[in-house]
């Protein structure tokens, strides 16, 4: 049988969202926010419960936790690129924040609010960095007033999307906890708890890998589990052929353009000029399609190449 998947949502939260396992999960945190936010001991609010999920197999299986000083933390694994993902990040971060409250309790009562998401999508194309934090700044002095929002975000494939990357290729990476916790999440099948190199010898590690290959599942969490695991594959399959067909098309429509026009400066520069139109013409008729189903905007950015900017362009014209 095939390994279990830390990243598929059910397993994750079997692993860091139990009562024995709070120091996996006080460990995570720690690894993503300030030092100012780290955690010693955590209450879980809504603790894994296979009952939870028996009416609602569609249900969002996100971890949410209380510190000791009332701070809560919501920690959810995204396996697939959802339309409006950054809307519904917020709605969720609102709600932690807001339920804290009982009628006719006072404001000073609230306590900072954490969203923490674990996406194994690309979400934001501006930036190259796997882990962001955000916050509400001011427009243009930038500093922090409303300091109760902070949202992270951690993009699992920009630390490592090549599966043909070996052991010490990760480890030469992996420079802190969050690095550490990250290669679980996304290279566990490289990793075994009493043959981890120095860089990734660490007791938490140690005990999430002897979870991991121990994890047992219901039938219905089996299920459950492979149903979650088949949209991803889909997902991700349904992803790189639009890529492929939209690239194919693009350098089969080029060649023709290119040869046209190479006539006056020659066949071969004219199918280099004509391969890059064509793909670029390509990438605008398929990010038009996309933007008339409605697709997010990062997704069409991903497949198209297209900026942002240029896609809002494309939205105003058409």
């Known amino acids: 049988m095939e390994r279990i998947s830390p990243r598929v949502d059910l397993a994750f939260k079997k692993i860091f969202g139990v009562e024995?396992?709070?120091?996996?999960?006080?460990?995570?945190?720690?690894?993503?926010?300030?030092?100012d936010d780290e955690v010693e001991d955590i209450t879980l609010l809504n603790p894994y419960n296979p009952k939870n999920f028996r009416q609602d197999k569609l249900s969002i299986l996100d971890i949410k936790a209380k510190g000791m000083d009332g701070k809560r933390f919501n920690i959810e694994i995204q396996i697939s690129d959802e339309a409006d993902y950054d809307k519904r990040a917020l709605y969720y971060w609102a709600r932690l924040y807001t339920e804290q409250l009982k009628v006719a309790e006072d404001y000073s009562r609230l306590s900072k609010a954490i969203g923490i998401h674990i996406l194994n999508f690309t979400s934001i194309v501006e930036a190259k960095d796997?882990?962001?934090?955000?916050?509400?700044t001011e427009k243009d002095k930038g500093f922090t007033y409303f300091k109760d929002l902070e949202l992270h975000t951690i993009e699992l494939n920009k630390f490592t999307s090549d599966s043909s990357e070996e052991l010490q290729d990760i480890v030469a990476k992996t420079k802190n906890a969050l690095d550490m916790w990250v290669t679980f999440l996304t290279r566990h099948d490289l990793l075994k708890a009493d043959m981890l190199p120095k860089e990734l010898d660490n007791d938490k590690l140690k005990k999430a890998l002897e979870v991991l290959d121990v994890l047992n599942f219901s039938e219905?969490?089996?299920?459950?589990?492979?149903?979650?695991?088949?949209?991803?594959?889909i997902e991700a399959n349904t992803l790189k052929k639009a890529t492929e067909k939209a690239r194919e098309e693009g350098i089969s429509e080029g060649?023709?353009?290119?040869?046209?026009?190479?006539?006056?400066?020659?066949?071969?520069e004219g199918i280099s000029i004509g391969k890059q139109e064509g793909i670029e013409k390509r990438n605008i008729e398929v990010a038009i399609n996309m933007i008339k189903q409605k697709l997010d905007d990062k997704l069409i950015s991903s497949v198209t190449g297209l900026t942002l900017e240029e896609i809002l362009k494309l939205k105003n014209k058409n």
């Not at 796997?130 to 509400?136: A, C, E, G, L, Q």
């Open 20 to 35: 024995e396992n709070k120091d996996l999960l006080i460990s995570l945190i720690n690894s993503i926010v300030s030092k």
């Open 130 to 136: 796997y882990h962001n934090v955000f916050h509400i």
């Open 255 to 268: 060649i023709s353009i290119g040869k046209q026009e190479g006539i006056s400066i020659g066949k071969q």
């Open 220 to 233: 219905e969490e089996r299920e459950l589990y492979e149903d979650h695991l088949k949209w991803l594959r």
